[in-house]
């Protein structure tokens, strides 16, 4: 639609940005560990279901800290769960955030991708000694679905913080994986990697600037279309 929405509806729709910002930040705040995120967090002290079956990961809860401690949350994040908050971050920082929502913003997706940015690409967990590795298994030099979201997450927090660190880490990644120049990128049928890398190049569509990057996301995005054009799924084909 051409014309500008009614200011009472763009409102409602900034308010609800606004309180979705705020409990996908909380999954920071909650852990106590700043750019640690939990996987999700639930009111109440004391076991959760998961702890008290003695499930594989019972292990992984903790009681919120200072104002959370009324949250009890779920750790042992994955590389996915940073994927899709950085990019969820980002698009609220570009589309939605105002004023001090904005700052707010900008400090979580400082927090969040600084956090593995700043310890050698991993996510520390919080008893401090296993982590995930944003990169996931990589022989160095290949691009893949994973190292696509490495490089949207340096790139979205450099361009809300303008911090020389996430340049860094972006250009590193664009050097070591070849991106300039791509020719050829293989997508496989995967419904998840191929989710949070179309969405991140929605959002590196938007802020790169340069030409020859563009291009090679635009061989990623051709890459991935190829896989789920006849799909009829939404996400895909709009």
Known sequence: HSSTPAPRFASKAVARADEIFEAIYRC??????????????????????????????SDKWEQGAGEYRDLRWRGDPSHHNYSDSTHGLGQYYDLAAEGKQKERCREAIDALVGYWVDNNLKVMHYDGKSYTSIL????G???????MMAIAGAK????????????????????QYGVRGLKDFTADKDFDDNE????????????????????????????????????????FTY
């Open 136 to 139: 996931g298994f990589t022989n």
């Open 156 to 175: 979205t927090a450099l361009h809300a913080t303008g911090d020389p660190k996430f340049k860094a880490m972006y250009d590193k990644l664009i050097d």
């Open 196 to 235: 949070h890398v179309i969405c991140h190049l929605e959002t590196l569509f938007r802020i790169e600037t340069d030409p020859e990057l563009l291009a090679a996301y635009r061989v990623v995005l051709d890459a991935i279309w190829a896989k789920h054009k006849d799909d009829a799924q939404s996400l």
């Open 141 to 147: 030099k290949t691009l893949n679905m994973r190292i």
């Open 28 to 57: 920071q705040l909650v852990t106590g560990i700043r750019g640690l995120q939990a996987r999700g967090y639930a009111i109440g002290h004391g076991e959760s279901y998961e702890e008290r079956w003695g499930d594989a990961k």
